[in-house]
């Protein structure tokens, strides 16, 4: 409680209750784990909400009435909590993101996500913990003929998805793949046929199995090999 000294015309108030908390907070503030908790503060609560006014660009509530301002808030925390997931989620892999404003390409625990679309609707979507989309888009066509018991009778898509084992895939499974492969455009152009040195321009022999060269040396063939894929499939070269 309280206590109250007049002296002369001073007044002083001392409140042994509080000394005695002061006291106690002194001694956990000074010891070994209290330094550690003060340091830690400082990249704490101040350091997140620099983060959400700064990173995230929330100055002010845009809401009206305690009740929507604190709805609104928890949205903000929410997404917050969401993204320092992400960081922290064991399943999430290291992925190369796209460049952001200032052209800096960004390294973080990711997924990749697939959709498939119809008239812009999304018929189908698969999340996958692989960076690349190559070995993705097998399991992305099995995952929509699981869903809807029939499988797509034609697949369009860009060259990330171009490779032996998805052509092969969709060949024995009766799907039109219109999906395209590394150096298509650069094929549409004319001087790809005028570079002497591409093994797609280069005389081949299929009755004695021998490409010729630009100098008109023939090479012949030394031998095959193959590789394996993150799918287990083997290419043949």
């Not at 591409?198 to 630009?214: G, H, I, R, S, T």
Request: charged share 25%; hydrophobic share 30%.
């Amino acid at each position: 409680f309280p206590v109250t000294i007049r002296k002369g015309e001073r007044v002083i108030t001392f409140n042994k209750r509080l000394k005695q908390l002061k006291k106690n907070a002194k001694e956990l503030l000074l010891s070994e784990e209290g330094v550690r908790h003060r340091k830690k503060r400082a990249i704490e609560p101040e350091s997140v909400f620099g983060q959400i006014k700064s990173n995230n660009s929330f100055n002010r509530f845009t809401l009206k009435s305690l009740k929507k301002v604190h709805l609104e808030f928890g949205l903000i925390a929410l997404a917050h909590n969401f993204r320092k997931l992400a960081k922290t989620d064991e399943d999430a892999t290291f992925m190369r993101m796209k460049d952001d404003h200032m052209k800096n390409g960004q390294l973080k625990p990711g997924y990749n996500a697939q959709i498939s679309t119809s008239e812009q609707f999304i018929t189908n979507f698969t999340i996958t913990q692989t960076p690349g989309d190559t070995t993705t888009l097998i399991n992305h066509l099995e995952n929509f003929e699981q869903a809807y018991n029939v499988q797509s009778s034609t697949v369009v898509a860009d060259a990330g998805y171009g490779s032996e084992e998805n052509y092969a895939y969709m060949e024995s499974n009766g799907i039109d793949a219109f999906v395209k492969y590394n150096y298509f455009h650069k094929e549409q152009k004319r001087n790809f046929s005028k570079e002497i040195a591409n093994v797609e321009n280069l005389f081949y022999n299929e009755v004695e199995d021998f490409f010729m060269c630009p100098m008109g040396q023939r090479m012949g063939n030394i031998g095959t090999g193959n590789r394996k894929t993150a799918n287990g499939y083997r290419d043949w070269e």
